[in-house]
């Protein structure tokens, strides 16, 4: 099973959470195991959660970019760390993060 971790825009997006499980949910249905940094918890500095975010990274064979990253300083950061340690990098289309749970689990 490959490891994934999901990248995008979180700062000033009220609805990451939403956007990062969704992906989530789509990509373990593809067969993935996922990190997903959406569910760190909240108090930190950016700085921190960049670098817990880049540990993260290390751990996994592929990142998959939301569509919003590129609208991201972190996410931005992510993908510079992502190429410089040659991750196979992978761009979500928006519809994983807007569609509707079709799980019948």
């Known amino acids: 099973m490959k490891k ?11 609805n990451y959470k939403e956007q990062f499980q969704k992906a989530e949910k789509y990509l373990e249905l593809q067969g ?3 990190m997903n940094p959406a569910i760190l918890n909240s108090g930190f500095e950016q700085k ?3 670098h ?3 540990a993260m990274i290390d751990t ?7 569509p919003n990253w590129i609208n991201s300083p972190g996410a931005k950061k992510e993908m510079k760390y992502s190429r410089w340690n040659n991750k196979e990098i992978q761009f979500l289309k928006e519809e994983v993060t807007v569609a509707k749970n079709n799980n019948k689990s």
């Open 4 to 14: 994934a971790y999901i990248a995008g825009k979180i700062t000033n997006n009220p």
């Open 32 to 34: 993935y195991a996922v």
């Open 48 to 50: 921190d959660y960049l």
């Open 52 to 54: 817990v975010c880049m």
């Open 60 to 66: 996994c064979e592929i990142v998959f970019f939301l």
